[in-house]
């Protein structure tokens, strides 16, 4: 959404000369610290995403990669202590989930909740609205959408009136959320484990769904937070960071994906003094 133009010092611009321009990151983590109920998890990231890259976030069970995503969506569980969340270059730590998510913030849930009594359709017809700030959105339009979404992401049209994730499968459950992150138009994408509890073949189904979406929207950056390398055979990040203790310790290209499934997290964990 900008960026500053660099000019050495003195010189005039000529009609020929070019500005060059930083672009404004899509996502900034500056010095991110977070507690829960007085413990602290978040120790200091420091993160960049731009518009259309994906980058992976790997780590050890309790390394605080869900926790991260849960604060870039303002989960009212966490608090920040220290440092900037910022959104195209504006600081939203004291935004609410609901102005992240208007503000085009989607989060994939590991553990997407069943609600029932709520289709999916109904469910989606009001994320909408609220996402692109529609004071009404007729059903025949989000029906219309959701059946063609439904069709390039191989799903039954039922699936459209079932209750939302009520009864669903896993890999339904996720392919629910590949489904929403289709319709709302998101420009971040924040996959919490979405590969949790899936076969590879439920993974590469989901996988296809998230690079079909990309194809559609590439300008949206995606954050995944995953324990599997298979996952990433399947995305492609264009980084790859391992967070150990709260902090990012190793940032790298996808091999580094590979590195960690052969190696696992110990290389990169602190010595202890």
Wanted: charged fraction near 25%.
């Amino acid at each position: 959404m900008g960026g500053a133009g660099l000019v050495t010092p003195g010189h005039s611009l000529g009609p020929t000369d070019r500005l060059m321009v930083v672009p404004t990151p899509l996502l900034e983590l500056k010095n991110l610290h977070v507690e829960a109920d007085g413990a602290p998890i978040l120790r200091g990231v420091d993160l960049i995403v731009n518009e259309g890259e994906v980058h992976a976030l790997m780590g050890p069970n309790g390394a605080g990669k869900s926790t991260l995503a849960n604060v870039v969506m303002g989960h009212p569980g966490y608090t920040v202590t220290d440092g900037e969340i910022l959104l195209h270059g504006e600081n939203i730590a004291d935004w609410s989930s609901d102005q992240r998510a208007r503000a085009g913030i989607f989060l994939a849930f590991q553990y997407p909740e069943a609600i029932s009594g709520v289709s999916v359709t109904q469910f989606l017809r009001q994320a909408i609205s609220a996402r692109k700030n529609l004071p009404e959105l007729s059903v025949l339009e989000v029906r219309l959408d959701l059946a063609e979404w439904m069709d390039r992401l191989g799903m039954d049209p039922a699936f459209a009136e079932r209750h939302l994730n009520d009864g669903f499968s896993g890999g339904e459950r996720k392919r629910n959320e590949v489904l929403q992150m289709a319709l709302l138009e998101p420009i971040l994408a924040l996959l919490d484990e979405t590969d949790s509890g899936l076969d590879i073949d439920a993974l590469r189904v989901v996988a296809r769904g998230v690079r079909t979406v990309r194809d559609e929207h590439p300008a949206m950056g995606a954050v995944v937070v995953t324990h599997y390398v298979k996952l990433l055979e399947e995305i492609e990040p264009d980084q790859v960071h391992i967070l150990v203790d709260g902090q990012i310790v190793h940032s790298g290209g996808p091999e580094l994906a590979q590195d960690i499934e052969h190696e696992g997290y110990d290389a990169w964990r602190p010595v202890a003094s």
